[in-house]
């Protein structure tokens, strides 16, 4: 590798003799000053600071940040897609509920009606973000299996730490016949 060593001594020493001193710290100072105007709108994830409810820009957060997105319909809890997670995968750190609550929810892309599975997110204190109660074809607690204000982190180990609540898609809900 010798000769790379030779290639390039060779090219600084005439690039510094052909170069002053000051023209290369103008080229250099350009060069900090364009990059200072161009990498802002360079394509970084904002999807964390949007979730966490900053206005980062003008354009609304994308769908599964809202209580209304579809597949809510029956939720009561933080959305674990606010708390580190995805709509249907715990945050690090969490273990998925035993058990959970299923909810029905239509689909308006295709007018088709879907089993969810709200499981909780259960091993870490309250998230505290995005919180919906949309409860859709819930009751009230003395219709015991018809009932979703409950912490479904009850049959796991950490049965008192619930921290969010995901909406996994089960499958087509069976028309009733
Ligand atoms: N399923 C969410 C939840 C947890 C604790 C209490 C009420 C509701």
């Known amino acids: 590798m010798k000769w790379l060593d030779d290639f390039f001594e060779r090219s600084s020493r005439r690039a510094a003799q052909r170069v002053s001193r000051r023209s290369a710290l103008v080229g250099i100072g350009r060069l900090l000053v364009g990059a200072a ?86 091993g870490k204190t309250a998230c505290g973000r995005c919180l919906c109660n949309t409860n859709l074809g819930e009751r009230p607690g003395y219709r015991m299996g018809l009932h979703n204000d409950v912490n479904w982190c009850m049959a796991n180990t950490s049965s008192t730490m619930f921290h969010c609540t995901t909406a996994v898609l089960i499958g087509l809900a069976e028309k009733p016949s």
């Open 37 to 122: 105007f161009t990498l802002p709108v360079l394509p970084f994830d904002r999807i964390a600071r949007a979730a966490a409810g900053g206005t980062g820009g003008k354009k609304k957060a994308p769908d599964v940040y809202q209580c209304d997105y579809w597949r809510y319909c029956a939720v009561d809890g933080f959305l674990c897609s606010c708390c580190g997670g995805t709509m249907s995968t715990c945050p690090p750190g969490t273990e998925v509920s035993k058990v959970a609550w299923i909810g029905t929810c239509r689909n308006p892309q295709d007018g088709k009606d879907y089993l969810i599975s709200y499981n909780d997110c259960c």
